[in-house]
């Protein structure tokens, strides 16, 4: 049974895993190596914690297994959405999103507001979001292509 329920600090080293792997080996399909060893180094693993404790983050469980998390700021900058690579299309990203609209709504939002891998643009426009912009976006000097992307609420 899927369980979507707010991140505790205690759930740092399955995210950061789990963060780790599918980058690895989902986000390979429409990146280099170089890349996505520069946007998910070996550090993440153990250093996601700090971050997803000042935003809004919730995660995805299994059975006591943690298959996706995400988060959200105050701001309204959905920052992450990751389904574990073994996991994925099975609709974890899309109730996990549903947690992160939610708490925008509550917080009176009126956009959210991401930056969108290759990888995940289908998603999100399947979810609402419009395209702002292609950018290329530097990280630790390795070029990436993604996209400014947006919802806005009524």
Known sequence: ML???RY???DQSQVGQLFYDTVHTINRRDYTQEQ???SAPEACRSGLSRSL???HAYVAEINGQIVGFGDITSE???????VHKDFQRRGIASKLLEALE?????LHLTEIHTESSITAKPFFLAKGYQVKEEQVKMV???PFINFKMYKTFI
């Open 3 to 5: 369980i979507i329920r």
């Open 8 to 10: 505790r600090a205690s």
């Open 36 to 38: 996505v060893d520069a």
């Open 53 to 55: 404790e000042n935003s």
């Open 76 to 82: 309204g900058t959905l920052d992450r959405l990751y």
């Open 102 to 106: 939610a708490k925008a709504r509550e």
């Open 140 to 142: 630790k000097g390795v």
